[in-house]
C-alpha cells in the first residue's frame, strides 16, 4: 500500500511519481514474485502513478536476476492491459452474436471469433508447448531468451556527444559531491 499512497500524494502535489515498483520479497522468482509485482503494480496503475522501475529484482530490491526482468516485462503488460479497462460495448461483448449462435452451439467458426482472436496478444514466455503436451515453464523459457540476448545483442556504441554529455554530466556531480 505504500507505494500507492505515495503516488496519491504526490498528485496531490501536482508532482509526477515513480511508483509501483516490481521489486520483492521473494527470495527468487516464482509465483510469490509475480503475485507481488501484480499487485503492487496493479494499485500504482489504479491511481495513477506515471511510471515504475524494479524490474527483475528480489530480496527486497538486493538481488538482480535476468530472467525476473523478462517476466517482469509480461506482468507489467498484463497489469497495462487490465488498467486500460474493459471495453463493455455491445459490439465488444458480441453480444449480437451470443443471440445467432444460441445455448449449446460454438462461437469458434464465427467470423467474429477469428477476427477477434487473431488481436489476442499472447505471451511469448507462457505460451510454449510442449513436447508430449502441456507448456513449458515461463522461467525456463525467460532464462532461454536470456541467454539468446547475452549471446546475439551487440548495442550500437554511443556517438562522441553522447559521451562528452555523459563526461560533463559525471562531472558535474563529482563538484557537487565535493560541496
Known amino acids: 500500500m505504500l507505494y500507492p499512497l505515495g503516488a496519491e500524494m504526490a498528485h496531490r502535489w501536482g508532482v509526477p511519481t515513480l511508483a509501483g515498483i516490481f521489486g520483492t520479497d521473494a527470495q527468487v522468482p516464482g509465483w510469490q514474485s509475480a503475485a507481488e509485482a501484480e499487485s503492487s503494480l496493479l494499485l500504482c496503475a489504479l491511481v495513477g502513478a506515471e511510471t515504475g522501475s524494479g524490474l527483475g529484482l528480489v530480496e527486497s530490491c538486493m538481488l538482480l536476476y535476468p530472467e525476473a526482468i523478462l517476466l517482469d516485462a509480461e506482468v507489467y503488460q498484463r497489469v ?63 532464462r532461454e531468451k536470456v541467454d539468446w540476448i547475452l549471446a546475439n545483442h551487440h548495442p550500437k556504441p554511443l556517438e562522441e556527444a553522447q559521451k562528452d554529455e555523459l563526461t560533463r554530466i559525471l562531472k558535474a556531480a563529482d563538484r557537487e559531491k565535493d560541496t
Open 80 to 142: 497495462r492491459n487490465e488498467a486500460a479497462g474493459l471495453d463493455t460495448s455491445p459490439e465488444a461483448m458480441a453480444l449480437d452474436v451470443i443471440k445467432e449462435v444460441g445455448p449449446r452451439g460454438h462461437f469458434l467458426a464465427h467470423r467474429h471469433t477469428r477476427t477477434n482472436l487473431r488481436r489476442r496478444q499472447f505471451s511469448d514466455l507462457t505460451a510454449q508447448p510442449r513436447q508430449g503436451g502441456g507448456y513449458r515453464d515461463p522461467q525456463e523459457v525467460a
